[in-house]
């Protein structure tokens, strides 16, 4: 090859660089901040003090007026901004709707997915996403609608509560402890029995 030939290709791979480059936003491209080992049994007892007297003492986690107090604990963290909030609060309803129906749950995420989306930060998007996708492959892992119900539940309480957790971490760290709580929690449901 000629190293004029050679040298248009290291141009035409660089501009494709820096084209995707460009499609990544600077936020996306940071790196989680830094965390000591040794400090995460710190702030998981933090997170869960922070839970604990949000809850008080007659309120259970995983009902809605637990989900909603978790979920004003990342508004007041600064995760989420009230807009986030006001669709993650829609998400949190349509969860416990007592039709119970998967069928209308996963309408109704979708909807919110296309109608909120766009105008969601990171950290909402990456939690209406997973939801979206749970609510969708849901019935592999469980036949009954309310077993099917509490597994995209726990995993919606896993995500707020994992954005929680890496509250300080910044941006991709906060998406990263949505994922790994989403997991975490719809795994529990899933897989404790198998029906």
Not at 4 to 21: E, P, V, W
Not at 32 to 47: S, V
Not at 147 to 164: C, F, M, N, P, Y
Request: glycine share 8%; net charge negative; proline share 4%.
């Amino acid at each position: 090859m000629s190293s004029k030939n050679l040298d248009r290709r290291q141009l035409l791979i660089a501009a494709t660089g820096m084209g995707l480059g460009s499609l990544i936003p600077t936020s996306a491209a940071q790196e989680p901040k830094p965390i000591d080992p040794n400090d995460a049994g710190k702030i998981h007892g933090k997170t869960l003090e922070e839970i604990a007297s949000a809850l008080g003492e007659k309120i259970k986690i995983d009902t809605r007026d637990g989900m909603l107090a978790t979920l004003d604990l990342l508004v007041k963290a600064g995760v989420v901004g009230e807009n986030d909030a006001r669709v993650l609060k829609d998400l949190i309803y349509a969860l416990f709707d007592p039709s119970e129906d998967p069928e209308k749950l996963k309408k109704n995420i979708e909807q919110l997915w296309n109608r909120e989306h766009e105008k969601l930060s990171k950290v909402g998007v990456a939690i209406l996403s997973i939801a979206r996708q749970t609510v969708t492959s849901v019935e592999k892992y469980a036949t009954d609608h309310t077993r099917q119900i509490a597994i995209v539940s726990s995993d919606v309480l896993g995500e707020i509560t994992g954005a929680l957790a890496c509250a300080e971490l910044g941006p991709i760290g906060i998406v990263i402890g949505t994922v790994a709580g989403s997991v975490a929690g719809s795994a529990k449901v899933a897989f404790e029995t198998r029906h």
